[in-house]
């Protein structure tokens, strides 16, 4: 395909899947369905450069269909090293695809698209806000990227772009990496970057990187802090992340000035050790260039303040159980008890039904009822029928054992019930208390949000202001260099125009010399003062009136016009390119002035530079007053948000404190109740057993003949 410089855009894109038989080449895309918007439309998802539609084929594959918006150079060779080196790799975070160079038709236009495999997946984002506050699954997602970076690294491979967007969760909290657009591999090597990453994940030495297997090596840290971060320390989330921000924790200003970030000192002076000190390194790694810094080491473990007694330890009993109960070895699972073949029951129980709704069917035909009183009577006869199958199903020895189980653990469920009631008190503490703890998490992320979009909005309106100060002064510095340069091209226009004069001057009009203008034109010329070039400048032909004449004024050098007798609108044209001529010889001379003398141009640019050296001083001196009054304005921000960042840890320190309290006083009065729960959890094995005893397998047996297993 012949390259294409000109994309097409999102819309028109959207219109082109209209018809997905018509608009790809693909004959498996040609039988797909896209997935459409409110209004019935192909629904794009617009991202960097391209847009991406979901699409299902007629055989039930889902795919997505990535279309792209601009060009990027050497697009199908990238794709095809990326392709093939990831296809050598087992790694599961990596995702199928399959570009076309011209799988796409649009305007008569063929274009390139990426098939790739639909992931069931969520965005990095989304899926830590369902799992905030779920230290386990977050813990395990940020292994589960360090594995990824790990992965990236040993294959001496780049993503380029590693960012939340990029980055997708299963359910399950497995990794699955998108978007290979910028990725490199070593076939690419010596090419070009086609994309710098997103801002807010990218070190600011990262514009100064070549294309290379260390791309990614501060995204991999910046990332892994964040997930780490969060996984101890939930309030983090709700203090440095911006509600609808396309970042974690730490965004691209953060990084570039490291000691004024409010963000970061957070994270450094966190009272989790491990915590800040993966953020100082961090932090220490946005200063140094990408070649120079080492590839993520995750955490062995996180150190975690001590609490102020021992948790119990995990085992098979709920948690609040552990450390009261002597633990046993798990008894096996009991035998599963079948549901019996009972033939002569189910015959009975199938003969019964059958018989009731014949009943009723003859009842219907004998009394000729139609419409709606014969569904009411065949309803009626449908109802009797299963309430007969129901009573026959009571009788079954499975049910009557199933049946006094389930009442011995309802008995004792009971009984422990009763005996939880020495709990609810504490419990209901504990509820009120994880209420008012989630209302002040809200509280804290909104005085967050509050004191840094305050901040925000002090420093935007602190730099419009310096800008108001200083524009004034930038305003004149440009007035001086126009006015200067304005000078400067008046006195070269000077000497040109002088050498143009001088250079004219030689060529005396003789006659002859111009074809039609003879002895006595040349003397009416001389007349009038017009002997060389240089008298005049132009002839204008004007065209007389009613009852005028028309008639040719030649304009003199010091501007004024005349007319010469004999000079008509002929001879005007001839007089004018005798003159162009000379004129352009004269510009074509060596000695023709295109600069101005270096002592001349001096002169000029020395008397201005007084001026323009002195609005200069005036507009840096008001530029380092405002710095220096906009790092004060820093410091006290960055003050501000460290004091409400360490009382909000401090707050959040001691809720932990007290639900650790409350829960241990809570699993104290429980444990009391140990022996009756064991009660009731052998009986729920032994009901467990009877798990293929149900009413509705009976009544598969009477109507079919068999039982699912």
Not at 55 to 79: H, L, M, S
Not at 505 to 512: A, D, H, N, P
Request: charged share 20%; proline share 5%.
């Amino acid at each position: 395909m012949a390259a294409v410089t000109r994309f097409p855009s999102g819309g028109q894109y959207v219109d082109a899947l209209q018809n997905p038989r018509l608009c790809f080449r693909d004959p498996e895309l040609q039988t797909a369905r896209p997935q459409t918007d409110s209004l019935g439309r192909p629904k794009a998802i617009s991202g960097n450069f391209a847009s991406v539609f979901s699409v299902t084929t007629v055989a039930g594959t889902r795919y997505a269909i990535k279309c792209f918006t601009r060009n990027i150079p050497d697009q199908e060779k990238r794709y095809r090293a990326v392709s093939d080196h990831l296809r050598t790799l087992p790694h599961r975070w990596k995702i199928g695809f399959d570009y076309q160079p011209a799988g796409i038709m649009v305007a008569g236009q063929s274009y390139p698209i990426l098939r790739m495999e639909w992931v069931e997946a969520v965005g990095l984002i989304r899926w830590i806000e369902d799992h905030l506050g779920d230290r386990a699954a977050l813990s395990t997602v940020a292994s589960h990227f360090a594995e990824l970076a790990d992965d990236l690294a040993r294959a001496g491979i780049a993503h380029g772009d590693l960012q939340h967007g990029n980055l997708l969760a299963t359910p399950g909290g497995a990794l699955k990496l998108v978007d290979y657009d910028g990725m490199y591999v070593p076939a690419l090597a010596g090419m070009p970057a086609t994309e710098h990453g997103h801002r807010h994940y990218q070190s600011p030495n990262r514009a100064h990187a070549g294309f290379g297997p260390d791309l990614d090596r501060f995204s991999n840290w910046l990332i892994y802090l964040s997930l780490v971060a969060i996984s101890v320390d939930a309030t983090l989330w709700h203090t440095l992340h911006e509600p609808g921000g396309e970042h974690l924790l730490l965004m691209d200003t953060d990084f570039a000035d490291v000691s004024t970030s409010t963000r970061m000192a957070a994270l450094r002076q966190h009272h989790i050790p491990d915590i800040g000190q993966l953020a100082t390194q961090v932090a220490d790694l946005a200063t140094r260039p990408l070649s120079a810094l080492p590839d993520l080491v995750p955490l062995p473990e996180i150190s975690l303040p001590a609490p102020s007694k021992q948790a119990p330890a995990q085992t098979g009993l709920p948690q609040w159980m552990a450390g009261h109960v002597p633990q046993e070895a798990p008894s096996p699972p009991p035998v599963p008890v079948p549901l019996g073949d009972h033939h002569r029951l189910v015959r009975w129980t199938r003969l019964t039904m059958v018989g009731l709704a014949v009943a009723t069917a003859l009842t219907a035909m004998i009394l000729a009822v139609t419409g709606m009183a014969a569904i009411a009577i065949a309803e009626f006869g449908l109802a009797l029928a299963f309430l007969s199958s129901r009573v026959f199903y009571t009788f079954l020895p499975e049910h009557k054992a199933r049946k006094a189980i389930a009442d011995r653990h309802q008995h004792a469920h009971r009984r422990t019930n009763l005996a939880a009631k020495a709990t609810a008190g504490l419990e209901k503490e504990r509820d009120r208390r994880q209420a008012d703890d989630t209302r002040q998490a809200q509280a804290s992320a909104k005085e967050m949000q509050d004191l840094r979009q305050r901040q925000r909005h002090e420093l935007n309106v602190f730099d419009r202001t310096t800008t108001e100060r200083v524009s004034p002064f930038e305003a004149h510095i440009q007035s001086v260099l126009a006015k200067e340069r304005e000078e400067i091209n008046d006195a070269l226009a000077l000497l040109q125009q002088q050498y143009v004069i001088t250079y004219l001057k030689r060529f005396v009009l003789r006659s002859g010399h111009i074809t039609g203008i003879g002895d006595g034109i040349v003397a009416s010329l001389r007349a009038h003062g017009i002997t060389t070039p240089a008298d005049f400048t132009d002839a204008v032909y004007t065209a007389g009136g009613y009852g005028q004449r028309s008639e040719v004024h030649i304009i003199l050098a010091d501007g004024r016009s005349v007319h010469v007798n004999g000079v008509g609108e002929t001879r005007a044209n001839a007089l004018r390119e005798w003159r162009r001529a000379h004129l352009d010889r004269a510009m074509r001379q060596p000695g023709f002035p295109t600069a101005l003398p270096q002592h001349m141009l001096q002169q000029i640019e020395t008397r201005w530079a007084a001026e323009r050296q002195r609005v200069e001083a005036q507009r840096d001196a008001v530029r380092r007053d405002r710095a220096s009054h906009r790092v004060a304005l820093s410091q006290r921000q960055a003050q501000e948000m460290k004091q409400l960042t360490d009382k909000q840890a401090q707050r959040s320190a001691s809720a932990t404190l007290a639900a650790q309290d409350i829960n241990q006083r809570i699993s104290e009065e429980r444990a009391r109740h140990q022996a009756l729960i064991r009660q009731e959890q052998e009986l729920l094995r032994e009901l467990h057993a009877y798990r293929h005893v149900s009413y509705g397998r009976f009544l598969r047996r009477v109507l079919l003949g068999t039982v699912s297993k």
